[in-house]
């Protein structure tokens, strides 16, 4: 039987709701720093008093930061500090002990988690997780799905409300898979892709739900010096399409070269914050990561 | 980027099938369906028609049986292959359908003074209230985990059968008689009759092939993506904005709906139910089916529906020395089952998906 899409290219990018290929407007240069341009001082998320607490753990102690608009923002610290548990805090996979998190002014403590992505948040995981068996077209199209209306009935039936959001999703699913750099994998089971090409998927994938934030946990974990430069260029790319960039990376050449602002957690407790320069010479953070140069990791 | 790009195709028939134009797929789609519509005359075909008929019971009885049990495995592939919910309980549906039905029309039901209605008005009613019960049974089990799941289901159809045994509106053991059958006249005789169960395979089939195109626009669509996402890692589909509880109570209430659909057109044939049909076995056998035919995809579900029926069936009048073979049936079952899940762990026809998954695996353990 043949399947209903067959767009032609030129249909493709017309059904692209966000032309998310566009050449970046401000550009820049890899090597030099490069603040955000669009950065303002609208505050799009709020941690606020975070405290978190595994039985005895305190993954979250009295954490407090907030990210601007259209800013990269980096959230790093050493191993345990507490950075995948803040992710999970926002994103409504643990509620906080006490404290609030505030997203565009609301909080989103008690929400669903998929109200919150719904809401504008998306998220990597640290461990890649995909949808193994789907293919990276329909990963990224379950993503899309996050904003479309198609009820049981419509699909079961084939309204037009199905044909129409079925094919600007694939196209715009398409876009994403070119836009991250995988498009000759689309029909490929996601487990077949390799690690870093999984890693771009799961890019792929959040932003595919039309997320105001992004948040990527650990994206460059096991990545080589060339495909870390790739990925600082795409997160980049993102960050010019104005999506805010919440970025957990050990490797601090990647975050201080890419990233406005820095928070450092380490026991979960913050430790500094700050532009990248500052951080960097923060004594406490130099202590945390035990004297070790900079692009250690 | 074409279409053909995010279709996976691998070898042996569906391969094939996946490389052809549209309109080889149609002849062939078309071929099946006269075939299917002709089996109840596979008898007259020399040679092999003989060794194919039950001969215990009558052929076209035996294709019934057939086209409810793929019913039953149709539904219940949707909610244990498609979205991952083990269901043990599904005979439960079933018996809703049919009790239903039977509670509108049997002479026997206390409701008949003020229903006594005829089986196709009987039929939309026993639906909705299958589907309500897939729901009631759903919203509460369906935040639970896996193995909990599992137990509550199988305690689901337990309750109905023995709230059909025990209590008097249900009649236990006495049962509903006089279920009206389908209606229809055909040269001023009725079509569905009580000696030819021929024009109730005819009507299964139909049902059946309905039910398939049904799952299949729902399989190919955000639902079904929805319920894959669910299986594959529920967590993450949710993070990914995936309604996980609602589209876990859709799987449950289409594969109660179509297991209901079983029940109504079972009361339909036989004109009579009582709680003797409706026993765990039964809820054991389809899962075993859809297991075996491959869980996940359509024409594993369909090819394990038909065994678990046929096998038995033509199993019966056969003896060997002095013992029917028919008693032995649920043994020699399991000895198949067994020997099929050996042969081809996936099922007989494993879902694409899950072919992948093997192969892959194969390459892993293979030197590099
Ligand atoms: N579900 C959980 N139950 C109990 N303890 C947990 C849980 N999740 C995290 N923790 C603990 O909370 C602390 C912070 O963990 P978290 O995963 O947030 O660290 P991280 O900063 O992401 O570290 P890494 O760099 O290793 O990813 C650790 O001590 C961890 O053991
Ligand atoms: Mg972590």
Known sequence: ?297 | MSEKASFRSNGGVRGWYGRQPAWVQWIVIAIALVLAFLLPYAGDIPLIGPQIVTEGIDWPSALFNMSYYVLLALGLNVVVGYAGLLDLGYVGFFAVGAYGTALLTSPDSVLYADTGWKWLMAVPVALALTMVAGLILGWPTLRLRGDYLAIVTLGFAEIIRIFATSTTTLRGDRGFASIPHPPGTWNGEPIFGVTDAVPYFWLGLVVIILVILGVRNLDRSRVGRSWLAIREDEEAAEIMGVRTIKYKLWAFAIGAFIGGLGGVLFAGEQGFINSQTFVLQFSILVLAGVVMGGSGNMAGAILGGALISYIPDRLRGISLGDTDLYEYRFALFGLVIIIIMVLRPQGLIPSRRRAMELKDREKEVAPQ
């Open chain 1, 1 to 297: 039987m043949s399947e209903p899409h067959q767009e032609t290219p030129e249909e493709l990018d017309r059904a692209n709701a966000r032309p998310v290929d566009e050449p970046a407007p401000t550009g820049g240069k890899l090597d030099e720093p490069n603040p955000s341009p669009v950065r303002g001082e609208e505050v799009l998320l709020e941690v606020d008093h975070v405290t978190l607490r595994f039985g005895g753990v305190v993954a979250l102690n009295d954490v407090s930061f907030s990210l601007r608009k259209g800013e990269i923002f980096g959230l790093i610290g050493p191993n345990g500090a507490g950075k995948t548990t803040c992710f999970n805090a926002m994103t409504g996979v643990y509620r906080p002990t006490s404290g609030t998190i505030r997203f565009q002014g609301e909080s989103v403590v008690g929400k669903k988690k998929h109200e919150i992505t719904r809401g504008g948040i998306a998220r990597t995981f640290q461990n890649v997780r995909l949808f193994p068996e789907m293919t990276a077209l329909e990963n990224v199209m379950v993503g899309a799905d996050a904003h479309h209306k198609t009820s049981v009935i419509s699909a079961l039936f084939r309204l037009p409300r199905f044909w129409q959001e079925e094919k600007s999703g694939r196209a715009r699913s398409l876009e994403l898979l070119r836009f991250v750099g995988i498009a000759h994998r689309a029909g490929d089971v996601s487990r077949n892709l390799s690690y870093g090409e999984q890693r771009r998927l799961e890019i792929a994938r959040a932003l595919a739900t039309n997320p105001t934030l992004l948040c990527l946990d650990e994206p460059a974990a096991g990545f080589n010096p060339a495909e870390k430069e790739e990925l600082l260029q795409l997160i980049r790319k993102i960050r010019d399409t104005g999506v805010t960039v919440l970025l957990i990376e050990h490797d601090m050449r990647l975050v201080m070269g890419v990233t406005d602002r820095i928070v450092v957690l380490e026991f979960g407790k913050k430790i500094a914050e700050g532009t990248p320069a500052e951080v960097r010479d923060n004594p406490a953070v130099v202590a945390a990561y035990l004297g070790v140069p900079t692009d250690a990791a």
